[in-house]
Structures are given as C-alpha cells and as structure tokens.
C-alpha cells in the first residue's frame, strides 16, 4: 500500500485548505515501490455513497504501469450548521479540511473585523 511506496518528502503531507474529490496530488509522487516508475495515476474503484447527511468518495490510487495500489483516498462532504464542511484524507495526497459559509457573507470573517 502507500506506506510501501516511493513518496516525495519534500512537500507537505498536510494540505490546509485543498480536499480533492477526485485526481491525485501529483507533488508528493515520487516512484512506484512495485516497478520504481513514475507514471501517471490511475483512480480505480471509485464509489460514491451517502452516510448520515454526508457524502463520501473513496477510491484507489493506482500505477497505470503495473496497477499496483499506491493509496486509498478518502472525501468527505456535508452541511452542518450553515457552513459547508469538506475533507480529505490519502497516504499519497495528504490531508485537508475546509469549511465554508452557505451565506454570502461569512459571519465568521466579520468577527475577525473587531
């Protein structure tokens, strides 16, 4: 899995602000631990499901080489209390979280003001 495979250690595993629900965050890539080449990604087995008022993405990271699994990704999204929450956690992307406010303007960000 990814613990076995060729990441990049120059770049954050911690993404702040970034969730992606789909695609691979290219940076932390070095090598496949299987075949040692860099190649493009392959998403596999990807699944789209609804768990209490939440929706969640998960597939796999995939070496088009040889196919060998690199990581497990790992979305979440959902409205809670007026503000969209979204998360992401992969062993080859990272993890990041963010939250936004359904309202034009954020009630958060004007208490920042004072």
């Keep these: ?13 911690c993404l702040g602000h970034t969730c992606l629900e789909s695609g691979s965050y290219l940076m932390n890539f070095a090598s496949c631990a299987h075949c040692n080449k860099k190649e493009l990604i392959k998403i596999h087995n990807k699944e789209e499901r609804e768990e209490e008022q939440e929706q969640v993405i998960t597939y ?52 920042d003001l004072f």
Excluded at 4 to 9: F, G, K, S, T, V
Excluded at 61 to 76: G, K, S
Excluded at 98 to 103: A, Q, T
């Design 1 to 13: 899995m990814a613990s076995d495979n060729i990441l990049n250690n120059s770049y954050p595993r």
């Design 60 to 111: 796999q990271h995939l070496c088009q080489n040889c196919d060998h699994v690199i990581a497990e990704h790992e979305y979440r999204f959902c409205v809670e209390e007026g503000y969209q929450e979204y998360q992401m956690t992969c062993l080859l992307c990272g993890s990041g979280e963010d939250s936004i406010s359904v309202l034009p303007d954020d009630p958060r960000k004007e208490m």
